[in-house]
Every structure is written in C-alpha cells, then in structure tokens.
C-alpha cells in the first residue's frame, strides 16, 4: 500500500500546547495552507491538538463554534485519507466530539466534510468542519 504522504519533512517542531510534540514525517507541499499550519509556519488558533489531529477556529465562522479538525497526515479529502488510513479519519471524529464538548455544544453539533470543488472544498487537505452554537436548518446551502 503507498505511504500517505504527510505534511512537514521530520523535524521537531517543538511542543504544542498540551505537551505533543510536532514532529511530522514528509515534505511540506507548498501549496497546502493545511499542512503549513501543521508544520507550525502559518498561525492558527489552534485549541486542541494530539498525535494525529489539529484543531482550530475557522477564519469564516459560519456558526458561533466553527471550528476545523485536520489530520497531520496529508491527503487531499476525506474519501482519501479513508482509503489510505481508515484510522484517520476515526481520529478526527473523535477529536471533533472531544472539542465539541470542550466547547460546550451539549451534543447538538454538525460534522462536514466538503469533498471537492464542486462540493465547497477549498482547502485540498483533508478537514472536518464542525459547527455549534445555534440552530443548524436543513438542508444546508
């Protein structure tokens, strides 16, 4: 099976908040802002972070709690990193359900992933979209 590829060349970038270390396999493809955070080159307001996910406020919020939850591991959507590493996307579930009671959400909470262009992807890296705080309709969009 191919190595997924990953988002920065290993390197310690020093300890995150909660003690993890940064420490990423791969090369940083240039034009991925996702994995630029990862790296610790671009700032975030990063509010939760472990071994295998990163968590930060959207720049756009939608919704008062917008936050996105995106893998260390690059991969250019969902559907991917599922079929690369099925635990992938088990992680960012899990870091989504944690931040979401963390942010006080009470289980009312939408999970999105946006897969491709068409579907307002934007960022070609992987992230879960999670958004609370108000009453969410549906259909959305």
């Given at each position: 099976m191919p190595q997924a590829p990953s988002c920065a060349t290993s390197r310690d970038h020093g300890t995150a908040p909660g003690g993890?270390?940064?420490l990423i396999l791969g090369d940083v493809p240039d034009d991925c802002l996702f994995c630029r955070i990862v790296s610790g080159d671009l700032p975030a307001t990063v509010i939760w972070e472990d071994d295998h996910t990163i968590v930060f406020r959207d720049i756009e919020p939608q919704a008062p709690t917008?936050?996105?939850v995106i893998p260390r591991e690059h991969q250019p959507n969902a559907a991917a990193s599922t079929q690369a590493?099925?635990?992938?996307?088990?992680?960012l579930v899990a870091a989504a359900a944690a931040v979401?009671?963390?942010e006080g959400l009470d289980g009312n909470y939408r999970m999105v992933f946006n897969t491709g262009s068409g579907a307002g992807q934007s960022v070609f890296h992987t992230h879960l979209h999670v958004l609370?705080?108000?009453d969410l309709t549906w259909p959305p969009g």
């Amino acid at each position: 099976m191919p190595q997924a590829p990953s988002c920065a060349t290993s390197r310690d970038h020093g300890t995150a908040p909660g003690g993890v270390r940064r420490l990423i396999l791969g090369d940083v493809p240039d034009d991925c802002l996702f994995c630029r955070i990862v790296s610790g080159d671009l700032p975030a307001t990063v509010i939760w972070e472990d071994d295998h996910t990163i968590v930060f406020r959207d720049i756009e919020p939608q919704a008062p709690t917008h936050v996105l939850v995106i893998p260390r591991e690059h991969q250019p959507n969902a559907a991917a990193s599922t079929q690369a590493n099925p635990a992938v996307t088990s992680a960012l579930v899990a870091a989504a359900a944690a931040v979401a009671e963390q942010e006080g959400l009470d289980g009312n909470y939408r999970m999105v992933f946006n897969t491709g262009s068409g579907a307002g992807q934007s960022v070609f890296h992987t992230h879960l979209h999670v958004l609370g705080g108000r009453d969410l309709t549906w259909p959305p969009g």
